[in-house]
């Protein structure tokens, strides 16, 4: 039987090349969206044209602390197993420290933190079972915080601490890793110049694209020997940084 994955944030961006990568390898792919409705079912259409039966759409919203069960379900009824969850989906946005409110700490904490952590929890029966992986999508920034993200910052320095704290949990049947991103898609509120001083500082002197990010997940769902490991994906700039 295939195997199986779940992608949170799965329909657009870093998401979308993570789905469509693991498809490529043989898994079948359960694609979560929130609100990305059209996009998720546009990329299952595609990856269901390519192979029947390998891709569905779910949509919940991760800040609702049942979205967890309602995911982990609906893949144990639809193909009674699952070997990857991939924690993709992420809040991001900019939130100066005296201007921020328990609404603001909440609703990212709930998606970037929160959210892995109740998956990881629900999913463990079915990960132990098939000697399964999970793969965080971290953020260069949990070590090397941005100012002005310090909400975000904090989440996903949270997850890092997560990924280490399941690996121990979990083994031996259950890996554990992530990947953090340096500049991969800019910002849609960055600059030419503020684009160039984050390029300036990267030794490969460029931008990443999904892709990237992709060929490090699909390693990690399938590195039999590896586990509690977080690899930065950012052309060498945290070398810098």
Not at 106 to 132: C, E, H, I, K, W
Not at 140 to 164: H, Q, S
């Amino acid at each position: 039987m295939d195997k199986v994955a779940l992608i949170t944030g799965g329909a657009r961006r870093l998401g979308a090349a993570i789905a469509t990568a693991l498809h490529a390898t043989g898994f079948r792919v359960a694609i979560h969206c929130q609100t990305s409705t059209a996009d998720a079912a546009t990329l299952a259409a595609t990856l269901n044209a390519a192979r029947a039966d390998s891709a569905l759409t779910l949509c919940a919203d991760l800040r609702d602390a049942e979205a967890a069960d309602s995911l982990v379900d609906a893949i144990a009824a639809r193909w009674g197993r699952l070997d990857a969850l991939v924690n993709n989906a992420a809040v991001f946005q900019p939130c100066a420290l005296e201007a921020a409110t328990l609404a603001d700490w909440s609703g990212t904490m709930d998606v970037n933190l929160r959210a892995p952590f109740l998956l990881a929890q629900r999913a463990a029966p079915l990960l132990r079972a098939s000697a399964g992986a999970i793969v965080n999508v971290t953020d260069i920034y949990a070590e090397r915080p941005k100012a002005g993200f310090a909400i975000y910052c904090v989440a996903k320095a949270g997850l890092a601490g997560l990924t280490r704290a399941l690996a121990r949990e979990l083994a031996p049947e259950v890996r554990v890793n992530a990947v953090a991103p340096g500049a991969i898609l800019w910002p849609e509120e960055s600059s030419a110049g503020a684009q160039q001083a984050l390029l300036d500082r990267t030794p490969l002197a460029r931008r990443g694209e999904p892709a990237d990010i992709a060929e490090a997940v699909v390693y990690l769902v399938g590195a039999k020997f590896v586990t509690g490991q977080i690899i930065a994906v950012d052309g060498g700039r945290s070398l810098n940084d």
